[in-house]
């Protein structure tokens, strides 16, 4: 379900540009320009939920650990704090759950975006 746009110069000196949408019908994310819609409506989400979700996204149908998700976050310049990452998460699935869309704990796994309809 990814759109992808891709302009490619042969000129060295412009650089590549790379557009990858996710879009199901229900939620659509475009990575470029940190935009999130759920049933056409944009959804504000803060910086870090973004990231989360695009992550998510990017990892559709598999378990993303919590490690990785936190990496997106913070770099390595933080060390993993589970609990904090729970806030986000919970943040997230609170503007989620009015378009059914689910995000799935599994211990020791990590986190797994449940699209709408599934």
Not at 17 to 46: A, F, M, Q, W
Not at 49 to 61: C, E
Not at 78 to 98: A, D, T, Y
């Amino acid at each position: 379900m990814f759109e992808q746009s891709r302009t490619i110069r042969t000129d060295k000196r412009l650089s590549k540009k790379v557009t990858d949408i996710y879009d199901d019908g229900v939620l659509r994310v475009e990575y470029e320009n940190y935009h999130v819609t759920c049933r056409s409506k944009p959804v504000k989400l803060s910086r870090a939920n973004f990231l989360i979700i695009a992550t998510l996204v990017k990892n559709l149908g598999e378990y993303v650990p919590a490690d990785k998700l936190w990496q997106q976050l913070w770099d390595k310049r933080k060390p993993l704090n589970p609990e904090s990452l729970k806030v986000h998460i919970c943040g997230l699935r609170q503007i989620l759950s009015p378009f059914n869309i689910r995000i799935k704990t599994k211990t020791n796994n990590g986190y797994r975006l449940i699209p709408a309809g599934n």
